[in-house]
């Protein structure tokens, strides 16, 4: 997490002074490296807040005092200018780190602010799924990332899209609101997943750079002959894996025969078919959850979450899953997390869909939020 990396680099910024101090001391009173001690106040300028590099600042002056009265020289003038222009270059430094950080925190809010209008925490039941999904942002410490969701009620069934844009910030947000639009346009005109999701990897890989990808996960579902069975058709374009969970079996991942590239990469995917049965429920996440990790470092068990996925009310379980998560990490979220889950339930008329205002509508919404799996089935890395 960012906490740990500014630490270490502290740390890295404080060390860096020492040869520079030994040299000093080695070279003798003759030869003065004091004025090299301010690359480390430099350093934690780049990466550190306005205290921590005051503190890095007022480290440098001290050390460099410290070496001075050890030669016997602190009572030179030249020595006196040398220890002036470490504090000025220190007192600047801070500044500028300050203006930095608070630079940083609006445009992280900003970001903020604009994700969070486009990944509305929803729930909805439609024909013979009901879907709850939820976006819960990261700790203050984390970067916003290109998390995404939407929903489309077409003609197929229900049509749904989870993925993650690389990289964070403003552009990422960007990119993920031209990609749930790309979707939802797509979704109503094209007869099938593949040719759905070519349509929006055509579009969005204009708007991309060369290292730019979106991980994404497409899914249709549509009623069956058998009573409340629902048939789910899944294409995934390099992300993590559903997790099927069955009301009468072990859940498991429902990993692509062949797995295929992001959207922004021509992805080519192959379509995968299950049934949920009457009570069967789906969990569609994104790395947020999958990836997020204990302050021991051990990775969230995906199955372990049967238990919190199977509360009777949908929105219950959602509930239920966002708090064990939340154990598992202590509450120090590292990545937004955004998840679906989907029930197979009991055909019905359009219901109300209610977002997480409360206030309803008769449509399904356009779109909600977050951001992946195991070893073995390890979707594309956006680092």
């Known amino acids: 997490m960012r906490l740990d990396r500014d630490r270490r680099w502290l740390l890295f910024a404080l060390f860096s002074g020492v040869p520079i101090a030994v040299g000093d001391l080695v070279l003798g009173a003759g030869h003065s490296l004091a004025g090299l001690l301010l690359i480390c106040t430099l350093l934690a300028a780049t990466r550190l807040d306005g205290p921590l590099t005051g503190s890095v600042a007022l480290y440098v002056v001290v050390l460099a005092a410290g070496v001075a009265v050890w030669e016997g020289g602190l009572g030179e003038r030249d020595v006196q200018v040398r220890l002036a222009v470490l504090a000025l270059g220190g007192a600047y430094a801070t500044w500028s780190a300050a203006q930095r950080v608070s630079h940083e925190g609006e445009l992280t809010e900003t970001s903020s602010v604009a994700q969070r209008a486009i990944l509305q925490p929803t729930s909805f039941r439609l024909g013979g799924v009901a879907v709850c999904a939820r976006y819960h942002s990261a700790s203050p410490q984390a970067l916003i990332g290109g998390d995404l969701y939407a929903f489309a009620h077409t003609s197929a069934g229900l049509r749904l899209l989870i993925g993650d844009v690389r990289g964070s910030g403003l552009e990422a947000v960007r990119l993920s609101a031209a990609a749930i639009g790309f979707f939802r346009d797509s979704a109503y005109t094209r007869p099938d997943l593949p040719a759905v999701l070519d349509a929006t990897d055509r579009r969005l890989a204009a708007m991309l750079g060369a290292e730019d990808f979106v991980t994404a996960l497409a899914a249709e579902f549509r009623t069956t002959d058998r009573p409340a069975a629902t048939r789910v058709r899944l294409a995934n374009c390099g992300h993590h894996p559903p997790l099927h969970l069955p009301a009468d079996a072990p859940p498991r991942l429902l990993a692509p025969p062949e797995p295929t590239t992001p959207l922004g990469l021509h992805p080519m995917p ?114």
């Open 270 to 383: 192959v379509v995968q078919e299950a049934v949920l049965a009457p009570g069967d429920r789906m969990l569609f996440y994104t790395d947020g959850l999958a990836e997020a990790r204990s302050p021991q470092g051990d990775m969230v068990d995906l199955a372990g979450l049967r238990s919190a996925c199977s509360r009777a009310v949908l929105d219950e379980a959602a509930d239920a899953v966002e708090e064990a998560l939340l154990r598992h990490t202590d509450g120090a979220l590292a990545d937004d997390v955004a998840f679906i889950l989907v029930e197979s339930c009991p055909a019905v008329p359009s219901q109300d869909v209610r977002g997480a205002s409360g206030a309803r509508s008769r449509s399904v919404p356009a779109a909600g939020a977050a951001s992946a799996s195991h070893d073995r089935l390890r979707p594309y890395r956006k680092e």
